[in-house]
């Protein structure tokens, strides 16, 4: 703070360094932007800064000033803007007099930084959003929320429901979704306090060929076990051990205790709740539990993210799709979208008809239609209906791929409904079944 040398050439050896931890933590690491947040917060905060990424983008890096940096420490690194703690075993006068031996003589070369109050208006209605990244195989399923400041109570509450849902191999989305039914590779859910918003973040890698909108299903029938009935009295009990061993743990040494003052100084402005707030989590009971889950975890309040594996389609990758689809009495007029017999995959022809589809909905924002997908009718009834729904999430799930957000497409199985030819009656042909075998497209909301 004192002698602060900051010359073009620091500037330039730093900027790189950034750049690289950029690249190393975000740009080229699987799932970067959900461990970072850069590909959450984005879709959730519109006004507050919470919003933008504190690393910033390769532009705003390439394109910062000598002048730029010198006025950022200018205005933030002085001594009315910074926190010192010393914690251990000391002697308090003595201690006073260093700090002011070393401290004092440093000035204040603006005034003391008073943050602005910026409201960001509540979400009110989901929000759907798509992220692509190269460095992955798995998709993700995303539902994020914005919650209370880190010195609500319930902030608190929030620690103990991500516990519940996914705080080891006994918790609820791990032993279901993981362990017993398989349809997860990994599941996640934490809760960030800051000093205006918090943020609840919940997820799942999906397993093999479920779809996002599964996991989604899934996900959303543990949030109304919590809205709906209260966690049992042996999770309730294995909740207050996990957070107290948790909490001693992280203050034992005196590292720990340096850096838990700091935070509560800068994000709470109370240096005493290192003696209490213990005692706010014991505090929580099981009821608190329901309701804030009641409060804050409304499908009307989220974000829901698709985070998918690959590129974003190009703009020579829509291009390719360029001819009209027509449409006759709200349904799409395409070639026919055919699967071979018993399976789900979509073939490269059935591809290049989606590629038609996703190039007129994002040309139609607003579009949403319904995908109804059929069999032939060799197999089962029960066979045959889920068949062609997995085919139904196959083709809802290739147009996510391609950036049409989740809720503009209702994808429906309806097994061995309606057959193109009639094969009950006649012997058919292979040509004659893989008519039956189809998707039809309705326009549902233009």
């Known amino acids: 703070m004192l002698h602060p040398k900051i010359e073009q050439i620091g500037v330039d050896t730093q900027n790189e360094v950034v750049k690289e ?11 970067g932007a959900i461990l970072y947040r850069t590909g959450i917060d984005k879709h959730l905060f519109k006004t507050h800064p919470y919003g933008q990424s504190v690393i910033g983008s390769m532009e705003d890096l390439n394109a910062a000033k000598l002048s730029e940096f010198q006025d950022f420490n200018d205005k933030y690194y002085n001594p009315n803007n910074a926190t010192l703690v010393v914690a251990g075993d000391i ?21 003391r930084n008073i943050r602005k109050t910026i409201v960001e208006a509540p979400i009110t209605e989901t929000r759907y959003a798509t992220e692509y990244d190269a460095n992955i195989q798995i998709p993700v399923k995303i539902f994020s929320y914005i919650t209370p400041k880190s010195i ?33 590779l990994q599941v996640l859910a934490f809760a960030q306090s800051n000093q205006d918003y918090g943020t609840y973040t919940m997820g799942a890698l999906s397993k093999g060929d479920v779809s996002l909108d599964q996991l989604a299903k899934v996900m959303d029938e543990e949030i109304v076990k919590l809205q709906t009935e209260l966690i049992s009295e042996r999770e309730y009990q294995k909740l207050q051990n996990q957070f107290e061993t948790r909490f001693v743990s992280s203050n034992s040494r005196v590292e720990g205790i340096a850096a838990s003052l700091a935070t509560y100084n800068m994000l709470k402005g109370d240096t005493g709740l290192i003696n209490k707030e213990l005692d706010i989590y ?17 499908p009307n309040q989220r974000l829901e993210l698709d985070y998918l594996a690959g590129s974003a389609p190009t703009e020579e990758e829509m291009a390719a799709a360029t ?21 789900a995959a979509i073939t490269e022809s059935a591809a290049k008809e989606l590629d038609r589809i996703v190039n007129m909905m994002m040309k139609n924002s607003t579009m949403e239609i319904l995908a ?50 009639d094969c009950e009656s006649k012997t058919c042909s292979d040509e004659e079944y893989e008519q039956s075998r189809r998707t039809e497209f309705t326009i549902t909301k233009k």
Request: hydrophobic share 30%; glycine share 6%.
């Open 21 to 31: 931890e950029k690249r190393q933590r975000i740009d080229n690491a699987p799932y």
């Open 91 to 111: 002697n308090i006068d003595q201690t006073k007099k260093m700090i002011e031996d070393y401290f004092g003589p440093i000035p204040n070369k603006a005034p």
């Open 152 to 184: 609500d109570r319930d902030a608190y509450v929030l620690d103990y429901i991500s516990s519940v849902l996914t705080g080891g191999a006994s918790s609820r989305m791990q032993k279901r979704m993981v362990e017993e039914e398989q349809i997860a």
């Open 282 to 298: 014991r505090s929580i009971t099981r009821e608190d539990i329901k309701r804030v889950a009641n409060k804050y975890l409304k």
């Open 323 to 343: 001819d009209e689809v027509k449409v006759v009495d709200n349904k799409l007029q395409i070639n026919k979208i055919y699967f071979d017999n018993d399976k």
């Open 372 to 421: 109804e997908t059929y069999t032939d009718t060799r197999g089962s009834d029960s066979y045959n209906k889920t068949l062609s729904q997995k085919r139904a999430d196959a083709v809802k799930g290739y147009l996510i791929s391609k950036g049409v957000t989740a809720n503009r497409v209702k994808a429906v199985g309806r097994g061995e409904e309606n057959p193109v030819v």
